[in-house]
């Protein structure tokens, strides 16, 4: 009897697949019982990788959602819903997005807000007074949909704009080959800017090196493992609950979400909208571009939620988020150190450090820790 064998990773394409069909025909039964159990309140592309309970069929549609993620566009419809802060639309530059500026108003947040409906075109005064002008350029080049169209996603591996197991699996075999050679070919998925300012942190080589792999997807988190053929369970080594990806690692299971709030510093991640680490990476260079401290600390977080993991894998270790907070400010305040003095960020990071740092309440007494979000 012949056995049909898929090459790796085929069944994360054809959870793309279905995934595809998710999207696009959201009033199915069986998208409006997934929507009400997993993404009551937002759409599946920005639904949180993370509920409570989670059964195998929905982390399976994960899996496939970081298929289509990694290649999906929005087309701009008249009556657009697109968000220009977050959403792939601008079609002519590198992954489709364009990223908030700091203190720029959150009025301006749709696509729809920069189309004039009736002259059904751009407004090119406030396309002109926000962005840049090759990104400017860009949006003005995108032609405005006549009445009547509707936003949709595409697949742009496929001319026809649909996804097909057979361009994702293309699409993927490309990025293991490129990371298979080093990974620097993959560095065409991140731009040139990303790559620079990551470089230029004034912080360790170990930080930087640390970002590099995570932002090729090449740190060997367990879900990485399986995908290059080593027969490992897939599950995180903290909480079982869920299938160890970087993102779950750093920022999603139980642990990295307490390291994250009780250490000092004061950026908490938002699950809402969350992307791949390369994306959330990308968003929090441009987003803290005139911070370099908090960029520093943000980084030197992620490196010793890392390594406490390995701790946990490797010597059996459990995670204890004070100790992790603590090992966070003391590595900061190592780079503080070796920065030259009279540099202003090493003094802000010295007072940071010293007076943010989580302590204990008087024997005696109770201390109340609340989360804002
Ligand atoms: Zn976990």
Redesign the pocket.
Known sequence: MAILKYPKGFYRHLNAKQCWKLIHNPDSTWARVLKGLYFPHSSFLQASSSPRRSSWIWQSLLAGRDVIKEGYRHNIGDDTQSLIWFDPWIPSIKGFRVFRPPHFPLQVNLVADLIDHDLLQWKTNIIDSIFDPIIATAIKAIPVAPLGNKDSIVWRFDHSGNYSVKSGYRFLSRIRHDQSFGGVNNSNLISREVWLKTWNLPIQPKFKVFLWKALLNALPVKSTLLRRGIPINPS?P??A??EETIE?TLFW???ARAKWFVSANTYKPNPVGFGSFSLWWSAILNEFCEDQLGLCFIAISCWIIWKERNLTVFDHIGPNPIVAAKRISKSFFEVSSSATRGDPITSSLHDFTVSSVWSPPPVGTLKLNSDVA
């Open positions: 995180c903290n909480c609950a869920e779950h299971c139980n642990d």
